[in-house]
Structures are given as structure tokens and as C-alpha cells.
């Protein structure tokens, strides 16, 4: 078998993030304001601060893991104790935006705002200042490296180039880069909306799960890092919700698999990587596109 793609912690052959982005009436309201009186597209969305993240809470609980929370601003302020709530339990909290928006249709200047808000919003109700960050619909720029690095965030999960943790390249300094992919996101399989459309599936929870346990045994064999990302207002349904205790049930079976936040893996990959195999995003049609930091100065 050949090494492992990664160097993992006290023996453990993979990683696996549980991660949660609780867009609630964010994202919709993103598409366009004109939904905040549209009563049950709204209730479609608070299902997920109000009942989803309670019975996920309770879930992870019983499987014995910690999360990370990717909530935007917006929610947090509508939902104050369901933040507290999720601190309580011991699960990090992280930024998602303010109203979601997507980072492609902002200025840099505006970029910089929403993620300088982070703390203002997330600290008086978490306690600390956040230092994870994941883009609304994972769309980072090319200027969020230098961004989350300036405005103090550790750790980004958006990106889909790799399946273990990497460095990202800024004049401003490095963060780190948890890479995701749409095979293991609820959305795919759960997402259903008439209006605005933003989904038309209704899958059976176990077919999410097939789709996570085919994936992390072949990760586990790699060396490799599985972040699932779910959104309360879908996963948190009853059946949907414990997929999370078979999966983890399903991981401790196999063993060697380390489940923690995403803060703690990114603080793991830190101390693991080197500065110079740090990646400079650039544009597709740069002669640099590609190129290490190093190589292309
Ligand atoms: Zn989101």
C-alpha cells in the first residue's frame, strides 16, 4: 500500500470533520429580500436554528463527537442562544458571511468588511474570536487568502483541489485550507425548494450515507480528510439526523478514524506543513496558474 497522504495524530490513518453551515433564512434572503415575508419559505429556514440544531446537538452528544458550526451573522443575531447552545455542547463555531453573500458579487472592500464583522457578531455570544471561515456557497475569491489572513482567521473550508489539509499563499500571510467536495454535503441530497429553486431532491438518508462510508474507507486506506457539511434545516430532520451516529458508529468500527473540529485539525496541519508548499490562488489563465508560491517568485 503506498504512504499516507497525510500525517495524522496518534495513529490514526484519516480525519473526519462533521461540519454544519446554519444558513437558516440567510441564504435565502441572499437570492433576494423579497423572501423575508414569504411566511413558510422563511419557516423551511428557521426549521434549522429553532428544532434542527437542538436534536443535532443531542445527536453528537450520543455519538461523542465535537463539531464545527459555520454560522453568518445574520443568524447568529436572530438566534442568539442557539449559538450559545452550540458552545455549551463544546463545538466550535465559525463565520459564514453575514447575509450569505456570495463573495464573487462584493468588492474587495466589501470582501474585507464582512469578514472584519466576524468578531463583532460571533465573540459576545462564543467568547472568543472565530478563526475558521467557510465561504457562502464555498465560493471563495481570489483575494480571500490575504483577507481571512489579515482579519485573523486561522483556517478556510471552501476549496475542492485536494483531500488533505494545504497552505494558502497571501502577501498577508498563510491559512490554512480544509478541502470539501459536493459528494459529502446534505444539499445534494436533501435540498428541495419551489421558491426560490435552489434544489429538487429528496433522497433517502441512507443513500447520504452509503455515499459517506464508501468514501471514508477509501480515504482511511489514503490517509486522506472527510469533512461533511450539513445544514440544520435539512439534516436536522429526525431520520436524516441520526445518519450521524451510523456513520460514526460505522468510523469507530474501522478504526484509525480521527474525528475533531476543524479548528483542531487545521491547528494538526500547521504544525505538519511547510510554508513552502504553500498555494497561491490565481487566475486559470495566469502563466503562474499552478505554480507553487515558491516556483512562480
Ligand atoms: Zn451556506
Keep these: 500500500m503506498s504512504a499516507p497522504r497525510f500525517q495524522w495524530p496518534d495513529g490514526s490513518h484519516c480525519a473526519c ?36 440544531v437542538p436534536r443535532l446537538l ?38 459564514h458571511g453575514y447575509m450569505h453573500e456570495l463573495p464573487l458579487d462584493l468588492t474587495v472592500a466589501e470582501q474585507r468588511s464582512v469578514l472584519e464583522r466576524a468578531a463583532e457578531v460571533l465573540e459576545p455570544l462564543t467568547g472568543e474570536r472565530p478563526v475558521g471561515y467557510r465561504a457562502p456557497w464555498w465560493q471563495l475569491t481570489l483575494e480571500s487568502p490575504g483577507l481571512l489572513a489579515s482579519a485573523g482567521f486561522h483556517y478556510d473550508s471552501s476549496l475542492m483541489d485536494d483531500d488533505v489539509p494545504y497552505l494558502l499563499a497571501s502577501d498577508a500571510g498563510t491559512v490554512v485550507e480544509l478541502p470539501v467536495h459536493w459528494s459529502f454535503d446534505d444539499w445534494e441530497q436533501y435540498g428541495f425548494f419551489i421558491d426560490p429553486p435552489l434544489g429538487d431532491s429528496l433522497e433517502p438518508p441512507g443513500k447520504l450515507l452509503e455515499i459517506w462510508q464508501g468514501e471514508l474507507e477509501a480515504f ?11 445544514h440544520p434545516f435539512l439534516s436536522g430532520r429526525p431520520a436524516r439526523s441520526r445518519t450521524i451516529g451510523k456513520f460514526v458508529t460505522f468510523a469507530r468500527e474501522l478504526g484509525g478514524v480521527w ?12 504544525g505538519v506543513l511547510d510554508d513552502s508548499g504553500a498555494r497561491r490562488l490565481r487566475s486559470a489563465l495566469d502563466p503562474a496558474y499552478g505554480m507553487r508560491d515558491g516556483d512562480a517568485t
Design 58 to 95: 443531542e445527536q453528537l452528544r450520543a455519538a461523542g463527537i465535537r463539531a464545527t458550526f459555520f454560522v453568518p451573522g445574520f443568524t447568529a443575531e436572530c438566534y442568539p442562544d442557539t449559538v450559545r447552545r452550540i458552545v455549551a455542547d463544546g463545538h466550535e463555531v465559525g463565520w
Design 220 to 230: 482511511r486506506e489514503e490517509g486522506c480528510l472527510q469533512v461533511l457539511t450539513m
Design 17 to 52: 470533520v462533521v461540519s454544519f453551515d446554519v444558513d437558516a433564512e440567510s441564504a435565502v434572503l441572499q437570492v433576494d429580500r423579497k423572501y423575508a415575508t414569504h411566511a413558510t419559505t422563511m419557516s423551511h429556514q428557521a426549521y434549522g436554528p429553532r428544532v434542527g
Design 259 to 270: 474525528f475533531a473540529t476543524a479548528r483542531e485539525i487545521a491547528e494538526h496541519a500547521r
